[in-house]
């Protein structure tokens, strides 16, 4: 199955593997389900494996309105519904994906049945804003970001191609080369760009959203966050001044473990020498976890 249709549009999906629980991923912002292929397809010998773009990213439907993780707990229902499946799922989110799956934890919690938080965005990301980072916030703060989206959005593919030269990280050139090249038609597409602008927007109205919500879940839980130390030493690489790096990662480090104030008998830990994409960093890992919470369930 390529793709599926949700509330009028066309959405990118891949459905593979049959057996029950079914295990949906949620990918992070502006990130392709393309780089989670060693992961699914092991998964996929043992269990139905989900994973979908949002609209407006990869082959989906760019919708020109307002994107918010809501709209994504409403997409995930709709795509249970058009696979006929009516059991509880492994719910297992990375970064904005997590925060998203946060949300649908708190909506449809009957409808999960093991939750994977992967170095997930935190209820609480406004802190990361309150911090004295001049060097991060004229290069990497949200509105930097917003800038970039709106300057990428107005440019044709060939265009992008030439500006993010080279197009892909040194992680995601490992993978297969049909992989590297559906990753380059996602990150040369203008409505990516859009779309991370949409949510990017909107994503601190949707923490306080999720945070007004209780949870009333009884499913176990699992909180992955990155090596802080790792990171540290590649933002340093990156020429972020030290200091800056330090306090962060620290914060970020925090804000994972504050999660379990959410999920108080959730499992925590930090994946040793993994940066933000875990996934790509030590799949075998992720594969695992997904594994015991299906046993643990």
Same mark, same amino acid.
């Given at each position: 199955?390529?793709?599926?249709e949700?509330?009028?549009?066309?959405?990118?999906?891949?459905?593979?593997?049959?057996?029950?629980?079914?295990? !949906?991923?949620?990918?992070?912002?502006?990130s392709?389900? +393309?780089e989670w292929?060693?992961i699914?397809s092991?998964?996929?010998? *043992?269990?139905q494996?989900?994973m979908?773009h949002?609209?407006?990213?990869?082959?989906?439907?760019?919708?020109?309105?307002?994107r $918010?993780?809501?709209?994504?707990?409403?997409d995930?229902?709709?795509?249970?519904?058009?696979?006929?499946? $009516?059991?509880?799922?492994? /719910?297992?989110?990375?970064s904005?994906?997590?925060? #998203?799956?946060q949300?649908?934890s708190? !909506? +449809?919690?009957?409808?999960?049945?093991?939750?994977?938080?992967l170095?997930s965005?935190?209820?609480?990301?406004?802190? /990361?804003?309150? !911090?004295?980072?001049? +060097?991060?916030?004229?290069?990497?703060?949200?509105?930097?970001?917003?800038?970039? #989206?709106?300057?990428?959005?107005?440019?044709?593919?060939?265009e992008?191609?030439?500006l /993010?030269d080279?197009?892909?990280?040194?992680e995601?050139?490992?993978l297969?080369?049909? *992989?590297?090249?559906?990753?380059?038609?996602? @990150?040369?597409?203008?409505?990516? @760009?859009? *779309?991370?602008?949409?949510?990017i927007?909107?994503?601190?109205?949707?923490?306080e *959203?999720?945070k007004? !919500?209780?949870? $009333?879940?009884?499913?176990?839980?699992t909180?992955?966050?990155?090596?802080?130390?790792? #990171?540290?030493?590649?933002?340093?690489?990156?020429?972020?001044?030290?200091?800056?790096?330090? /306090?962060?990662e620290? $914060?970020?480090?925090?804000?994972?473990?504050?999660?379990?104030?959410?999920?108080?008998d959730?499992?925590?830990f930090?994946?040793?020498?993994?940066?933000?994409?875990?996934h790509?960093d030590?799949?075998?890992?992720?594969?695992?976890?997904i594994?015991?919470?299906?046993?643990?369930?």
């Open positions: 199955m390529n793709f599926i949700i509330n009028g549009q066309k959405v990118e999906i891949l459905s593979k593997g049959t057996a029950k629980p079914a295990i !949906l991923i949620l990918s992070g912002m502006g392709p389900f +393309y292929e060693e699914s092991e998964l996929a010998e *043992t269990n494996v989900i979908y949002r609209p407006g990213l990869g082959e989906s439907e760019y919708i020109d309105k307002k $918010t993780t809501e709209n994504v707990t409403k995930i229902i709709q795509i249970l519904e058009k696979l006929n499946i $009516t059991e509880p799922i492994i /719910l297992a989110g990375h904005y994906g997590g925060l #998203c799956a949300h649908f708190k !909506l +449809y919690p009957d409808r999960i049945r093991g939750l994977l938080l170095d965005t935190s209820v609480d990301l406004y802190k /990361l804003d309150q !911090l004295d980072l001049p +060097y991060l916030n004229e290069n990497d703060s949200d509105a930097a970001w917003i800038e970039t #989206c709106k300057e990428h959005a107005a440019l044709s593919p060939t992008l191609l030439k /993010l080279p197009v892909l990280t040194k995601q050139q490992k297969p080369k049909k *992989t590297q090249e559906k990753l380059i038609a996602f @990150y040369t597409n203008p409505s990516l @760009y859009k *779309t991370m602008l949409q949510e927007s909107n994503w601190e109205k949707d923490t *959203t999720i007004s !919500l209780s949870f $009333t879940g009884d499913f176990p839980v909180i992955i966050g990155r090596d802080k130390e790792k #990171c540290i030493s590649n933002y340093i690489n990156d020429g972020v001044p030290k200091a800056e790096a330090e /306090l962060l620290n $914060t970020w480090h925090q804000l994972i473990i504050e999660q379990k104030d959410i999920y108080k959730a499992k925590l930090f994946a040793v020498n993994s940066s933000h994409n875990i790509l030590q799949p075998q890992l992720v594969i695992d976890e594994i015991q919470l299906i046993s643990d369930s």
